[in-house]
């Protein structure tokens, strides 16, 4: 792998680095050895702006490729050395779920936010959170992340996915061609863009709640400008939505 050398800090003159530090084939060999723990490069990207744009390019990318190799291979195939919203940012969706505020996007409860061991991301189960008129876009999303016994709101599931090429999708041109207006405050927890609600445009299908267990009119999600996806919903009891698969899958 060929990375550009850079020794001096980029952050300011005053910062400790200008002195120079370890060269950056080193700090890669060294994160290899960590198997790129997300812990560590997210303390080394703390040290100064040196270390936050290597992390940026080249950490966070191979974190990436060594969570989800096939998903990363399928990201890329379209010919782009990088994704939409930047490593950093696809290697939190990965790790983390954002929960939620009350008041906030779901404007429901309070959960907050927390890493996640490991979660099973699946282009398939993406598919059916898509209108048959964009079936042909690639989606990934995740299976959801159970909060139970949330109070009145039920058991409650966290979702999150990446589209593949969201420039170009399908999903996108639809929102535009439907004036879909961005929410006016909230911003993607991942990549801080903009979102556009898929419930405010009509653009949950009904395949998405029973890929989920939910209650159909208990799902929504939002897709910000670089394709990130995240959503919730009010999971069914388990003997309600084996049933509600058994009669998806018929």
């Not at 940026?56 to 490729?65: A, D, G, I, N, P």
Request: overall charge positive.
């Amino acid at each position: 792998m060929i990375i550009t050398k850079q020794y001096r800090c980029i952050h300011s003159a005053s910062c400790l680095c200008t002195k120079g530090h370890l060269s950056e084939e080193v700090i890669f060999l060294v994160f290899q050895r960590l198997n790129w723990n997300p812990k560590s490069v997210a303390t080394l990207s703390c040290v100064c702006k040196w270390f936050d744009d290597l992390a940026k390019r080249v950490l966070w990318k191979e974190f990436c490729k060594t969570r989800a190799p096939k998903m990363m291979l399928d990201l890329q195939s379209s010919g782009s050395h990088s994704v939409d919203g930047n490593w950093r940012a696809l290697a939190k969706l990965l790790i983390y779920c954002s929960g939620c505020n009350k008041g906030g996007l779901f404007n429901s409860i309070h959960v907050p936010g927390h890493f996640v061991y490991r979660t099973r991301f699946s282009r398939t189960s993406g598919k059916s959170f898509l209108l048959p008129q964009c079936r042909t876009d690639v989606l990934y999303v995740s299976d959801p992340c159970e909060h139970l016994d949330q109070g009145d709101e039920g058991d409650i599931g966290f979702f999150r996915g990446i589209f593949k090429s969201f420039a170009t999708s399908k999903v996108r041109k639809m929102l535009i061609k439907r004036e879909a207006q961005l929410h006016p405050t909230e911003v993607c927890p991942y990549c801080k863009a903009k979102l556009w609600s898929m419930l405010q445009a009509k653009m949950v299908p009904a395949s998405a709640s029973c890929r989920l267990g939910a209650y159909e009119d208990a799902i929504e999600y939002y897709v910000c400008l670089n394709g990130h996806v995240l959503g919730i919903c009010t999971l069914l009891p388990l003997s309600d939505s084996e049933e509600a698969s058994d009669h998806s899958d018929a």
